[in-house]
């Protein structure tokens, strides 16, 4: 595997990694199962096109992508708590809704190139190159420079009264409920929050591979969850900072994976959400396996 | 109402009440609560038939009745999970007949049955007294838990005697359920509730388990002078603990013994009043049957 090939694996699993941690939010806090992130991404990354090729700063068009993430992921808490929807139904709804919104965005058109607007790599390239370093890793240090914002904000957040509020409403809603937390109230922020952190990654992949088109969502949640039981299955760490952390490392190692995987011509491109679907329910089975495979060998010791 | 007067006192008596005598407002007033279950459909049936309930500060009340007789229909009622179709509630001199369940949660400190229910089992002893210590109140973006407070939780888990004032960092996940149930307890009374609801809390515990339980309720309950009503399907219980025994049935309150009622009641006589209410019941449903 080329030098490039493991730099851009590593790029891939950093921005993804803000992904992955929005899914972290849904799937592991709140215990809520959230598929209204496949369409949230490209809704960030069509918003943030839109704003740049409208010649808003790259900078600040990352604020409406994240406002405009937040909103679908209300939508989507809604949804369930207020119409008591299902809410794996409800986010398949919200995000079967987005596609369209995403073309409306998107001025009726599936895609916003972005190959001649200025994005957030400029001015970040100078910044980078006056460190010394090969301009060809800019993009990696600024997605480096943001995961480790996010992580310590989300690590900070998590610790707060509110952040508690979160964890404990995906523990035991009957309990936090009869402590005083409106469960309707948590779920709605948090997978707004969620999802805006879904979106933030959609506008800087956007802005990176230069074009937002609506399809690029695909196949998120699917990646997210393999990430997140990777980093979980290699760290296992039952602490909130350890559970953070593992989510971005987890991320990167399954780009490294799938990149390693593509290069060794294992399996074509094409094949790749059917393998990461794999992984996921290998993953995901894994302890049920472990249980059987060791209640079988105690049968057998006792047959004896 | 029926007098059990002949009968004789078996059972320790409660401390009397502070306010015997002295005319007070009731902490609790619950006025002709009606539910209904499944409303309209064929399987409609009446779990709460125009209850009125007072309850005067500092009371312990203990509540009996056999399976379906309304009692946990009526703590949902006045905890606001599930609010009756008819009725008022007024709870310290607010009308919360409005008032979301957790919204409620400012003036009530629940323990469930399942002694699981009461704590987040991912979470860590302190963190989950930490959420209990801001019952009812704003939650911002200050710290979960601050070191001031893990003073506080550890002088009251010291009563408890279990060690686990040593173990504040550890998940709750990893402590036995009558552990967890005493947490639960602590928790419920870290801030001072206006009304305590125990639904049945002892009831899925060991028997010494149990006992070690009720005994810290007692003195917990004791301690604050807690509001209290307590379900139970234990008659020693219901007998030995609590100023004040009410059964239900069919939604309605049948007995309602004060404390010097209750100190001459036995076992035996509750299950006497139960056999005579569920012969009542095959009369009743007759009644219904004939006259619609």
């Known amino acids: 595997m080329s030098f490039f090939a493991i730099t851009g694996a590593i790029e891939q699993g950093l921005v993804y990694g803000l992904m992955t941690l929005g899914v972290f939010i849904t799937f592991r806090v709140l215990d809520f199962p959230d598929l209204t992130v496949d369409g949230s991404l490209p809704l960030g990354a069509a918003v943030s096109s839109v704003c740049i090729t409208n010649g808003l700063d790259p900078w600040l068009s990352l604020l409406p992508a994240m406002v405009a993430g937040f909103l679908a992921g209300m939508v989507t808490g809604l949804l369930t708590t207020r119409l008591k929807i299902l809410h794996l139904l409800a986010s398949i709804l919200t995000m079967t809704a987005l596609y369209s919104v995403n073309i409306m965005v998107m001025g009726g058109r599936p895609n916003v190139p972005l190959i001649n607007s200025p994005t957030v790599f400029g001015p970040a390239r100078k910044l980078v190159a006056s460190l010394g370093v090969s301009p060809w890793l800019t993009s990696s240090f600024l997605f480096l420079f943001l995961v480790l914002a996010v992580v310590a904000a989300l690590i900070w957040l998590m610790r707060t009264e509110f952040g508690q509020a979160l964890l404990a409403t995906g523990d035991n809603p009957r309990m936090i409920t009869s402590l005083g937390v409106n469960t309707g109230f948590t779920i709605v922020v948090g997978v707004g929050l969620s999802n805006s952190l879904v979106s933030l990654c959609g506008a800087l992949v956007a802005q990176n591979q230069g074009t937002a088109e609506v399809s690029m969502g695909v196949g998120t949640i699917v990646a997210g969850l393999a990430s997140i039981v990777v980093g979980e299955t290699l760290f296992g760490g039952r602490r909130i900072v350890t559970r953070i952390v593992s989510v971005v490392v987890g991320s990167i190692l399954y780009r490294l994976a799938i990149a390693t995987a593509l290069s060794l011509n294992v399996f074509k491109p094409s094949n790749l959400n059917l393998v990461t679907a794999s992984i996921v329910v290998a993953a995901l089975s894994l302890p049920r396996l472990k249980a059987f495979i060791r209640n079988r060998g105690y049968r057998q010791k006792r047959n004896v | ?286 009644d219904r049957l004939l006259l619609g």
Request: with cysteine; aromatic share 4%; hydrophobic share 40%.
């Open chain 2, 1 to 286: 109402m029926y007098n059990p007067s002949h009968l004789e006192a078996t059972v320790p008596a409660m401390p009397p009440m502070a306010a015997v005598g002295v005319p007070t407002v009731n902490m609790l007033e619950a006025t002709s609560l009606v539910k209904y279950f499944d409303r309209g459909t064929v399987n409609e049936v009446l779990a709460l038939d125009g209850v009125d309930l007072r309850v005067q500060p500092g009371e312990f009340v203990c509540i009996i009745g056999s399976n379906g007789a309304g009692k946990s229909t009526l703590m949902g009622c006045i905890s606001g999970c599930s609010p009756p179709d008819y009725g008022r509630t007024v709870l310290d001199g607010h009308d919360i007949t409005f008032w979301p369940e957790y919204r409620r949660a400012s003036l009530i400190g629940r323990v469930f049955q399942d002694p699981l229910a009461g704590t987040c089992s991912s979470m860590t002893i302190e963190e989950n007294m930490a959420l209990a210590l801001r019952r009812g109140r704003q939650r911002g973006f200050r710290r979960g838990v601050t070191n001031s407070e893990r003073e506080l939780f550890r002088t009251s888990l010291s009563k408890l005697d279990l060690g686990l004032e040593h173990r504040l960092p550890d998940q709750v996940g990893l402590l036995s359920g009558g552990q967890r149930q005493s947490i639960t307890l602590l928790m419920a009374t870290l801030i001072k509730p206006k009304l305590l609801l125990l639904d049945e809390h002892t009831a899925s515990l060991d028997p010494k388990t149990a006992e070690l339980n009720m005994k810290l309720t007692c003195e917990l309950v004791e301690e604050e002078r807690l509001t209290t009503l307590m379900i139970t399907h234990n008659m020693q219980q219901a007998i030995s603990y609590g100023h004040r025994l009410i059964m239900l049935h069919q939604g309605r309150i049948i007995l309602d013994f004060d404390q010097e009622a209750k100190k001459r009641l036995t076992v035996r006589d509750l299950l006497q009043h139960f056999h005579s209410a569920a012969s009542d019941l095959s009369n009743s449903i007759s």
